[in-house]
């Protein structure tokens, strides 16, 4: 749990640095949030169907960082009884990328979706990475639907507006997440970077963090004349 026992959530616009043999950045910052010298945090992989290689990527990422790792799966069926028992006993909830779509009709299917707003309001820190950062808002942009991007408009909505992730390593992100908001088929939000996280805290977006020293985020709004205004924010880098 959170140790000021405020909500936190960290959108990270995926390409997450897990260099081996560190700890990870933007796990240590999640970490340092709980005030706790070695944290539970549980991995949640749907987006790429639970691929068992991508769980052992992170058992072995987080070999030496001071967390208790433990994953919640899903294919072909919960790895666990009661997956809100430990969803809820978890100081760290991490979700990681892939299909937006995919993953969060399976997690409607278990009731996933709603365990995690109440680990949310339970004061646990929530974070993921592409479309592990898409969920926590109302929509964004994505490959879910084919190779071409695409809108996504059905998130949980537990963060206002939508959510641009790969903003800077994928060309046709921008001109799109542009277009979108333009044309209101997704309202105003925030465009990352990779590497770089939007750090809500209860309502509010708090701080930008990064792993890396370039990279940063963005507010993308409507100008009221059929384009957006689109205003750099200041990352922070975590490795300082």
């Not at 991995?43 to 992170?58: C, E, I, W």
């Not at 006993?89 to 299909?99: H, N, P």
Request: glycine share 12%.
């Amino acid at each position: 749990m959170a140790a000021d026992g405020r909500r936190h959530v960290i959108a990270i616009g995926g390409g997450m640095m897990m260099p081996r043999g560190e700890i990870p950045f933007h796990f240590r910052h999640a970490v340092e949030l709980t005030g706790l010298k070695r944290p539970r945090l549980c991995v949640l992989n749907q987006a790429v169907g639970d691929d068992p290689a991508s769980y052992l990527r992170f058992y072995e990422g987080l070999a030496d960082a001071p967390v208790e790792v433990r994953h919640l799966a899903l294919f072909p069926m919960p790895n666990v009884a009661d997956p809100e028992d430990l969803l809820m006993s978890q100081d760290i909830i991490f979700v990681g990328g892939g299909s937006v779509a995919n993953m969060l009709a399976v997690w409607r299917v278990h009731g996933i979706d709603e365990i995690l707003r109440k680990a949310w309001h339970a004061g646990v820190v929530l974070t993921g990475s592409s479309a592990g950062g898409i969920c926590w808002f109302e929509g964004g942009t994505t490959d879910s639907f084919g190779t071409k991007l695409r809108p996504f408009t059905d998130g949980m909505g537990m963060l206002p507006g939508s959510f641009c992730p790969h903003y800077n390593s994928e060309a046709e992100r921008r001109p799109l997440y542009h277009r979108l908001v333009a044309e209101g088929v997704l309202p105003p939000g925030l465009a990352c970077d990779d590497g770089v996280g939007a750090h809500y805290i209860d309502d509010t977006l708090t701080e930008i963090v990064a792993d890396r020293p370039e990279g940063g985020a963005y507010r993308v709004i409507p100008d009221g004349s059929g384009a957006v205004t689109e205003t750099e924010l200041k990352a922070r880098f975590l490795g300082a």
